[in-house]
């Protein structure tokens, strides 16, 4: 499912063994760029994708959904 999915992050994460450490590195990257508020991923199918998503548990805000003049369609996922 994954690979039908074509799922790819498009920004960089980072590396941590801990939940500490990732703490630590978001609270850099957050004081390096000023605000980091989200990860970008590219996916074959948004509906599918969406699907997937909320399959495990998660949920799209659908009212953040945009189209750009690329016709990519971006959605955020809910924070809880």
Known sequence: ????LGFEIVH?????ESEQESLTAAEMFS???E??????IK????????YYIE???YK??????RENKQGRIM?????E
């Open 1 to 4: 499912m994954i690979l039908l």
């Open 12 to 16: 960089p994460g980072n590396n941590t």
């Open 60 to 65: 799209l805000d659908c009212s953040t959904k």
């Open 43 to 50: 996916t074959n199918n948004v509906t599918r994708a969406a």
């Open 31 to 33: 004081n390096i760029f």
């Open 35 to 40: 605000a980091i508020e989200h990860i970008a």
């Open 75 to 79: 959605v955020y996922m809910k924070s």
């Open 55 to 57: 399959k495990k548990g």
